[in-house]
């Protein structure tokens, strides 16, 4: 599994997030780091892109020398370097694509210009197996409100499908507290929710990274898409109640990674 994401030095979002689940699901992990961020539990703070052909650069080399089944692709930083990875991606087609159009951190933060949105929407859009948009990332690329209840979710993974992705994940985390937090997915056979056990906690830093990465191994292992989905949201309710009162940070705390390993 490749990541395409950028490096968050407290370890609990971005590349760091995306190695710790493919290693935790038996799969090597392999990265090309778009941009540094400044960033803890508390938020973000500064952020340096790499040269949008230095990434490309990254990419190249691993594709052109390890056996990539799936690519998951989190931070794009700049429009350069979102139209850098479509451009590898395009001429290099086989691996398994999870977008993750990360737009702004749970911190409030922004983590990319707002042209990246451009991009996504038309360039790697088309490319992706499966798009992982949150609620305001979804309002963002369909030019709309943010869906506020499941069924409005359900409607924007439809919209999105028509847009030009495969299939659209529609994360439901910011619906807020409830019995059970549901994500819906909608594919060539039509619309699915993804429903798990709402685990009360502050640390959910990473989890969009978490899930989106962890598709991205479950993929790479073999499994379709659904069951992909089903896998990859159970390893992540399992971190965030394993994590849930961990004290790493100040801020909103990374989910545990390796709940699977302590358990046994
Ligand atoms: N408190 C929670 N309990 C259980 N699952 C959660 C919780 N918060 C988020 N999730 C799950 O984490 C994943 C990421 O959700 P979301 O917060 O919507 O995305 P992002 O991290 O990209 O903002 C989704 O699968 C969502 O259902
Ligand atoms: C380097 C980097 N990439 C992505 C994110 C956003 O992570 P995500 O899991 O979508 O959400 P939060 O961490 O904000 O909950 C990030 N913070 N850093």
Request: aromatic share 2%.
């Amino acid at each position: 599994m490749l990541s395409i994401a950028g490096s968050d030095p407290s370890g609990g979002a971005g590349i760091q997030a995306d190695l710790k689940t493919a290693t935790a699901l038996g799969v090597y992990g392999a990265a090309a780091i778009t941009s540094l961020t400044v960033q803890n539990t508390r938020g973000v703070t500064g952020i340096h892109p790499v040269p949008a052909g230095f990434v490309a650069d990254q990419i190249v080399a691993v594709l052109t020398d390890l056996e990539v089944a799936a690519i998951k692709i989190g931070m794009l930083a700049t429009a350069e370097i979102a139209a850098a990875v479509a451009e590898v991606l395009r001429a290099r087609p086989g691996p398994a694509i999870v977008l993750d159009p990360v737009v702004i951190a749970t911190s409030g933060d922004r983590l990319v210009t707002p042209e990246v949105t451009a991009v996504i929407k038309d360039e790697l859009l088309t490319l992706a197996t499966v798009i992982t948009p949150n609620l305001p990332e979804t309002g963002t690329l369909l030019d709309h409100e943010p869906p506020t209840t499941v069924a409005e979710m359900s409607l924007a993974a439809q919209e999105l499908r028509t847009q030009g992705s495969a299939a659209a994940l529609v994360k439901g985390g910011h619906l807020g507290r409830s019995e059970t937090i549901t994500d819906v997915l909608a594919d060539a056979d039509g619309v699915i929710n993804f429903s798990g056990p709402y685990v009360p906690t502050a640390n959910t830093h990473g989890t969009g990274c978490t899930l989106s990465s962890a598709i991205a191994s479950e993929l790479a292992s073999g499994r379709r898409l659904r069951p992909a989905v089903e896998a990859a949201k159970n390893y992540l309710t399992g971190a965030l109640r394993a994590g849930a009162d961990r004290r790493i940070g100040s801020g909103s705390g990374p989910v545990d990674h390796l709940w699977r390993e302590q358990s046994r």
